[in-house]
């Protein structure tokens, strides 16, 4: 496990706002390593044991899809809490998509 990949990945996402959703890959290309999506989708596996909170349920693919509901318990947590923080999710994806998405390398 390369923790000083996966604090960089933490740190991005601790920057996403409440009622905005990133992609793996935006935040593979933030931290400079364009073709490490899949890197991102793993260090997001272990979000939840990290200190500060790490708001994952931010985090979705490319079409906005919640590809990382599986790592939730139960797996409608991620959509629960997206929900709850007004995006709108249909069939497992967020709905308004390209309006909720914050681009890393446009915002920061």
Avoid: C
């Avoid at 935040?27 to 979000?47: C, D, E, F, P, T």
């Avoid at 947590?77 to 709905?95: C, F, P, Q, S, T």
């Amino acid at each position: 496990m390369d923790t000083n990949f996966y604090e960089q990945v933490f740190e991005v996402v601790r920057l996403v706002p409440k009622g905005r959703v990133t992609s793996y890959g935006a935040i593979a290309k933030a931290l400079g390593v364009a073709n490490s999506s899949r890197m991102v989708g793993h260090a997001m596996r272990y979000a939840g044991m990290s200190q500060p909170k790490v708001p994952a349920h931010r985090v979705v693919n490319s079409a906005g899809l919640l590809t990382g509901k599986f790592h939730f318990s139960p797996p409608s947590l991620m959509e629960e809490l997206l929900a709850a923080e007004g995006i709108i999710v249909e069939n497992d994806k967020v709905k308004n998509f390209k309006k909720v998405f914050w681009d890393p390398l446009k915002e920061l």
